[in-house]
């Protein structure tokens, strides 16, 4: 590649000196010719790395993939809804010693306690390679690429907003390096998280430079101020953000680059050349959809991020009735470490009011002991499930209330940009079509977890039907929380797919 690039500039500078035409000629035909047999081994290479990649991360394990193994990996793709699962659905069932130290930290998986048996992070899949892949159950929860760019975008902007409390970059940026929790165990970071970490910083920046515009008067009025993701005086545009080399380095096709292993924040080595690879051969690109298509496969759960209820009802019923099950069977030792963690835990977690750019908003975490462990069996599955839903509820209603205080406490400081759904229909359609081909495998990817989720609420309609049965009872056992036959299929709001 470097080649590639020197070549032009070595041309043109000879072309300055008054060169013989003939030879000028010559020079051009073996430029070009060098230019295309590099390109070409360019692709071969490629070609042979991204094969080679593909084959070796075919190797999946067997087993039954219902079945809920010790350790459970939630892959947690960023803007994906993955935080109310984590808050109100995983801490309510695993107590914090059994949460793998580092979750969500910036920092590769840490070993120091063999026993965990839950692991929440957005390291990409690539992090399975440090844990014991027999005994691993990996779960995720997809959503339409346009509304996690959407999401991305206007979460970067949401965070980096908040330092606009401050006179200017350099207090913002020191404010932001005193506020990281001095303590691992606290509590972590939004900034010390890809992609965040990258995101945030560079939108921070984005927005001082465009005030400091405004404050030295070159910005007299701001005109234009319909459409809330192109109001360039106020904040980046949509359409630059999807544009930048940054979006294209860890934004586009997220997700499948996730599934893949083949982040920008990956533990594989060859991932950034294999991921480089894919970039400038989009072709090239199918090795990497399929890989990612065969993983979710084989994993416990996909949810989807547009079908929030369905997706949760199933994960209780798919995941959370298994984790207490599991967890049963430890009984009495889980229990003891319940009756001490009710207090012990709180300090290992951030308990205390969390610091305006922290993760996670602080609700109250609920312990193992509050939720339903002890009536665990096939015949109280339904109450189980009912009653984790219930919970559920109650948190995800706290936890989207204070999320959504934030921001609009922090929007306020972009005003008259603002966004909401209403907003998102004033983008361009060729903004959208954009978004698309630009993540066109995840769009792929996307379908394919449809496709699955399809097949969960099969797989569980059968369950249920099964369970009816054994019983000899008329009713619907899973009752209305899975009303299959009310299922519409798959919406595509505010745009469609095609
Ligand atoms: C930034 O703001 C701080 C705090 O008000 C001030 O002390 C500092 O001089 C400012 N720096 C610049 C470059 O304006
Ligand atoms: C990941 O992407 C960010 C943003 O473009 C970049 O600063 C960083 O160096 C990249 N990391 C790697 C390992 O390529
Ligand atoms: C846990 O605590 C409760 C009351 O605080 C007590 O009744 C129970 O025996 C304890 N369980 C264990 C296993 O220590
Ligand atoms: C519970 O706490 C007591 C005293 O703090 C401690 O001795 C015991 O080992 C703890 N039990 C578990 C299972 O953590
Ligand atoms: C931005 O939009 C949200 C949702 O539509 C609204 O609740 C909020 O008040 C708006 N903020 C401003 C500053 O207009
Ligand atoms: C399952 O739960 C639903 C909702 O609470 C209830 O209506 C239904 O009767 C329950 N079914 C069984 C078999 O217990």
Redesign the pocket.
């Known amino acids: 590649m470097s080649t590639r690039s020197r070549c032009p500039r070595q041309l043109d500078g000879r072309r300055m000196a008054s060169v013989h035409k003939f030879t000028l000629l010559v020079m051009l035909l073996a430029y070009w010719s060098t230019l295309s047999i590099s390109t070409e081994d360019d692709l071969l290479h490629c070609e042979s790395l991204v094969k080679g990649w593909a084959t070796s991360s075919h190797n999946g394990v067997e087993g039954d993939k219902h079945t809920l193994r010790d350790l459970l990996f939630f892959l947690h793709v960023p803007r994906t809804g993955g935080r109310t699962y984590f808050h109100c659905f995983l801490r309510k069932l695993y107590t914090s010693e059994q949460e793998c130290p580092r979750s969500y930290d910036k920092l590769r998986f840490d070993p120091t306690n063999p026993n965990c048996r839950l692991m929440v992070t957005h390291d990409d899949y690539s992090i399975t390679s440090k844990l014991p892949k027999e005994s691993t159950s990996v779960v995720t929860i997809l959503r339409n690429p346009v509304d996690r760019v959407f999401s991305t975008y206007e979460f970067s902007v949401e965070v980096a907003a908040r330092f606009l409390v401050h006179p200017n970059l350099t207090s913002a940026t020191r404010m932001a390096a005193r506020l990281r929790p001095k303590s691992k165990s606290v509590g972590v970071s939004t900034l010390d998280i890809w992609p965040w970490k990258y995101l945030v910083p560079w939108m921070r920046e984005d927005l001082f430079a465009r005030r400091e515009a405004r404050e030295l008067g070159r910005v007299t009025e701001i005109k234009d101020v319909s459409n809330s993701y192109n109001m360039k005086d106020m904040v980046m545009p949509l359409h630059e953000f999807i544009n930048d080399p940054i979006a294209h380095e860890i934004i586009h096709n997220g997700a499948t680059f996730q599934v893949a292993g083949l982040t920008n924040n990956s533990c594989l080595d060859e991932s950034h050349e294999v991921r480089y690879c894919v970039r400038k051969h989009p072709e090239l690109g199918q090795y990497v959809v399929d890989v990612a298509k065969k993983r979710l496969d084989n994993m416990l759960y996909v949810g989807l991020t547009e079908e929030h209820k369905e997706s949760a009802t199933m994960f209780a019923n798919m995941v959370g009735v298994q984790v207490l099950s599991l967890l049963e069977a430890l009984s009495s030792r889980i229990e003891q470490a319940a009756n001490n963690t009710t207090e012990s835990s709180s300090q290992f977690r951030d308990s205390k009011p969390r610091s305006s750019n922290q993760l996670q908003s602080s609700i109250q975490d609920k312990k193992p002991s509050e939720v339903p462990s002890t009536n665990v069996g096939t015949s109280d599955e339904n109450t189980t499930v009912v009653q984790l839903m219930e919970a559920y509820e109650v948190c995800i209603s706290s936890l989207r209330k204070s999320q959504s205080s934030r921001r ?1 406490t922090s ?2 400081r972009i ?2 940009a ?3 759904k ?2 998102r229909l004033k983008v361009p359609n060729i903004v959208l079509q954009q978004i698309l081909s630009l993540n066109s495998l995840d769009v792929q990817l996307y379908m394919h977890a449809q496709g699955i989720f399809a097949q969960q609420q099969k797989h569980l309609a059968q369950k249920s039907m099964k369970m009816e049965m054994q019983k000899k009872t008329l009713r619907n056992s899973l009752g209305r929380e899975l009303d299959f036959t009310g299922w519409h299929g798959i919406c595509w709001t505010p745009w469609d797919i095609k």
């Open positions: 609009t929007l306020k005003a008259p603002n966004f909401s209403e907003a």
